[in-house]
């Protein structure tokens, strides 16, 4: 259910993107597009169960882009009066008259908008005052610090509770808009051993305020990963399998995230240009991306440009099944818009049937990554290169933390090499994926 002033709010934000359009079609523009957003929350951090920040923030802009025989120009504005309004779009179309035509701009196809807006159960407001979201942060810290004598330090928890409305609207007569919101706690821990120093953190991230994981399990999950990385060392230079966490298992799936959306393809800057129908990832791999999932975190009905999202697979049986496209990266490849202006949808990895632990031990020996540092990845060429901490694992049972060494491979091999996927997944994030598995990697230690 959607609070009446939130709704009153919906209609006024509709009433001044039809506004905005209307006097754009005044001007003689050939197109035109409107967005308002409007964001309200309230965020507190605390440091050794004190507190340090607490911050309320309210804002919110219109933005339009007018489109003039093949020119394009764009205005925002946060002051939503009607003068204000008819200024920003009497700017967009002076700057459009100034640029350069190209024949790929343009609002995406009229055939393609949406026209079906479920309820996908985004928005769950609630009254949470700041002295309640700090007892949140000082009991994950709490937990955090009574968790493992070696962890005495905090190094501060965040809890955060947000809600917005976003309106779009266009000259093909599409207007719609939505509420949703957001709640997370956060908190990192510093644990200390024979002189040297460890920080993790654990989080957790939810539309309902009610759904988020307790700040006592938060904060013991923070403390049991720093204490669990005291005592680090390197190992020798070598090659072994390599088990991904979950957390670093979604980076991972961003690169392709990255190299199959159509900016880079227009570009030339990826290393899967023409490679749709052609085997990515094993046979028995695949990526089902579902933008209506009730409740989840990255689902939405339409994209940023009003096109209807839609299930599909993006890795079908290992082979690349879609491109991500919009309107102008399509055009510009003569392929047709998939609706992904804005980015990606609850994309959900299949499984190997195994729990993360029960991959730990079938890799036998092998490096679990927590963590990767540094930009070494090249898009272009796929090769991958970064500094990485985690386990050094020994006939399925983990041995001993290791640090300050560098995981190489080229991502189409990587890709290929995956052994397996674990199927307890981490739902934070738009990739739901469990801990992955690469038959192996080269290792940079000693």
Same mark, same amino acid.
């Given at each position: 259910?959607?609070?009446?002033?939130?709704?009153?709010?919906?209609?006024?934000?509709?009433?001044?993107?039809s506004?905005?359009?209307?006097y754009?079609?005044t001007?003689?523009?050939?197109?035109?597009?409107?967005a308002?957003?409007?964001?309200?929350?309230?965020?507190?951090?605390?440091?050794?169960k004190?507190?340090?920040?607490?911050?309320?923030?309210?804002?919110?802009a219109?933005g339009?882009?007018?489109?003039?025989?093949?020119?394009?120009g764009?205005?925002?504005?946060? #002051?939503?009066?009607?003068?204000?309004?008819?200024q920003?779009?009497k700017a967009a179309?002076?700057?459009?008259?100034?640029?350069?035509?190209?024949?790929?701009?343009?609002?995406?196809?009229?055939?393609?908008?949406a026209?079906?807006?479920?309820d996908?159960?985004?928005?769950?407001?609630?009254d949470i005052s700041?002295?309640?979201?700090?007892?949140?942060?000082?009991?994950?810290?709490?937990?955090?610090l009574?968790?493992?004598?070696?962890?005495?330090?905090?190094?501060?928890?965040?809890?955060?509770?947000h809600s917005?409305?976003?309106?779009?609207?266009?000259?093909?007569g599409?207007?719609?808009?939505f509420?949703?919101?957001?709640?997370?706690?956060?908190?990192v821990a510093?644990?200390?051993?024979?002189?040297?120093?460890q920080?993790?953190?654990?989080?957790?991230?939810?539309?309902?305020?009610?759904?988020?994981?307790?700040?006592?399990?938060i904060?013991?999950?923070?403390?049991?990963?720093?204490?669990?990385r005291?005592?680090?060392?390197?190992?020798?230079?070598?090659?072994?399998?390599?088990?991904?966490?979950?957390?670093?298992?979604t980076?991972?799936?961003?690169?392709?995230?990255?190299?199959?959306?159509?900016?880079?393809?227009y570009?030339?800057s990826s290393?899967?240009?023409?490679?749709?129908?052609?085997q990515?990832?094993?046979?028995?791999?695949s990526i089902h991306?579902?933008?209506?999932?009730?409740?989840?975190?990255a689902?939405?009905?339409y994209?940023?440009?009003?096109?209807?999202?839609?299930?599909? #697979?993006?890795?079908?049986?290992?082979?690349?099944?879609?491109?991500?496209?919009?309107?102008?990266s399509?055009?510009?490849?003569?392929?047709?818009?998939?609706?992904?202006?804005?980015?990606?949808?609850?994309?959900?990895?299949?499984?190997?049937?195994?729990t993360?632990?029960?991959l730990?031990?079938?890799?036998?020996?092998?490096l679990?990554?927590?963590?990767?540092?540094?930009?070494?990845?090249?898009?272009?060429?796929?090769?991958?290169?970064?500094?990485?901490?985690?386990?050094?694992?020994?006939?399925?049972?983990?041995?001993?933390?290791v640090?300050?060494?560098?995981?190489?491979?080229?991502?189409k091999?990587?890709?290929q090499?995956?052994?397996?996927?674990a199927?307890d997944r981490?739902?934070r994030s738009s990739?739901?994926?469990?801990?992955?598995?690469?038959?192996?990697?080269k290792i940079?230690?000693n």
């Amino acid at each position: 259910m959607s609070s009446p002033s939130i709704d009153i709010e919906l209609d006024s934000l509709k009433d001044a993107v039809s506004m905005a359009l209307e006097y754009a079609k005044t001007l003689g523009t050939s197109g035109a597009e409107v967005a308002i957003s409007k964001q309200q929350g309230l965020s507190v951090s605390t440091r050794m169960k004190e507190v340090e920040t607490v911050e309320f923030n309210k804002d919110g802009a219109l933005g339009i882009t007018v489109f003039r025989d093949g020119c394009k120009g764009s205005s925002s504005t946060s #002051d939503l009066s009607k003068a204000a309004i008819q200024q920003a779009v009497k700017a967009a179309d002076d700057i459009a008259r100034f640029t350069s035509a190209d024949p790929y701009n343009g609002l995406a196809e009229k055939s393609l908008m949406a026209t079906e807006f479920p309820d996908l159960d985004l928005y769950h407001p609630q009254d949470i005052s700041p002295e309640e979201l700090t007892h949140l942060a000082v009991l994950a810290e709490e937990a955090a610090l009574d968790t493992d004598k070696r962890v005495q330090t905090s190094d501060g928890a965040s809890a955060n509770a947000h809600s917005s409305v976003k309106v779009y609207g266009n000259s093909h007569g599409f207007l719609n808009g939505f509420c949703s919101s957001r709640y997370s706690l956060s908190c990192v821990a510093i644990g200390e051993q024979d002189g040297g120093m460890q920080r993790d953190y654990d989080y957790t991230v939810a539309r309902k305020f009610s759904e988020m994981t307790a700040p006592e399990i938060i904060g013991k999950k923070a403390a049991e990963k720093t204490a669990g990385r005291l005592g680090g060392r390197k190992i020798a230079t070598t090659q072994l399998p390599v088990l991904f966490s979950p957390e670093i298992a979604t980076g991972l799936m961003g690169h392709l995230v990255g190299a199959i959306s159509g900016g880079s393809l227009y570009r030339k800057s990826s290393f899967l240009l023409d490679a749709i129908d052609t085997q990515v990832f094993p046979d028995w791999f695949s990526i089902h991306e579902d933008p209506l999932l009730v409740g989840a975190l990255a689902s939405s009905a339409y994209d940023s440009e009003g096109v209807a999202t839609k299930a599909r #697979d993006i890795i079908d049986n290992g082979r690349l099944a879609t491109y991500l496209l919009t309107s102008y990266s399509a055009r510009k490849l003569g392929l047709t818009n998939t609706g992904h202006a804005g980015g990606i949808y609850n994309w959900t990895l299949s499984t190997t049937g195994q729990t993360f632990d029960q991959l730990v031990k079938e890799m036998g020996t092998g490096l679990i990554v927590t963590e990767v540092m540094g930009q070494g990845v090249n898009t272009v060429t796929g090769d991958y290169s970064r500094g990485a901490a985690g386990f050094y694992v020994e006939n399925g049972v983990i041995l001993y933390p290791v640090e300050e060494i560098t995981i190489a491979g080229n991502l189409k091999d990587m890709y290929q090499n995956i052994v397996g996927v674990a199927k307890d997944r981490d739902l934070r994030s738009s990739i739901r994926t469990g801990g992955i598995l690469m038959d192996k990697m080269k290792i940079a230690g000693n």
